[in-house]
């Protein structure tokens, strides 16, 4: 069920119609669950099922950027927009727009190499960027600093234990408890929900949990019974809370849009339709 401002909403109200593709199937999944999922306003809803759509669709654009997984050790950066640190993080350089900054991660990924911790992080920013635009997106994570699961706080990050449900665009993970100590970068795999259990795992792909079960299960300590297996958990945004953060004043921006598949091309999203501006 879904609630807003104490009311259930019906489900062909005012701007909804539109709705399709992910955005489509997390409205109907809330709306028919037995869970209540309560918004203050209408708009915080449809900036929670923009931004799932668009972490989703970030996190397809990241495995087929060409960005590949590296340990920490041997994490790589395109030193034009970021400083890697000692640990084996990105810092943001002087002067560059933190909006240009990651977009780059998704035009030019044959130029970087990060675990999945850092995937995922990488994979909600673009998707935040791709909902709210670069002004807000400059404004608000100045700082950038991509190493694990560190992240600027107005992300806000929620994670929640014993879940009924999760929904796309949610970070799930898959916990490995037999790994073997040599290769500690199989203790687990950071997945993004595409859908109806279709998961995207940096360094293993895109697919089913079972998927990525076999996959951590082939990684284990030798001699290793127990087998990898998906936690009852789940991340995400505060996503209320970051929409009055990127616009304090005037709530959603008048029409939705993010960047395309490369620096001149730009997406203008009007409800079902796409307009694709300066593409060749």
Partial sequence: ???IAGMPIPAHAPGLAELDGAERHVFDAKYRSPQVYSYPTMEDLQFELAAR????DAAVALERSGAVFENFSDSYANPRYWDRTGQGGFLL??????ADAINDIFYNGRLYGFECATAV??????GILDVIGPGPFNRLFGGLYLYSWEHDNDLRLITRENVPET??????YVRNPDYDPKTPEWQGENLIKLGDDRYFGHGIGIGSVQYFIRSLNENRKPGSTRSAYLMNQATYPDYPALRRLAFPQ???PPVPFYFGRSPDETVIRIGSRIRVIGAS
Avoid: E, N, Q
């Fill in 167 to 172: 929904f796309i665009g949610d970070i799930l």
């Fill in 53 to 56: 759509s668009r972490i989703a």
């Fill in 250 to 252: 005037s709530g959603m």
């Fill in 1 to 3: 069920m879904i609630v």
């Fill in 93 to 98: 350089k002087r002067g560059v727009a933190p």
């Fill in 121 to 126: 992080i990488i994979v909600l920013y673009k």
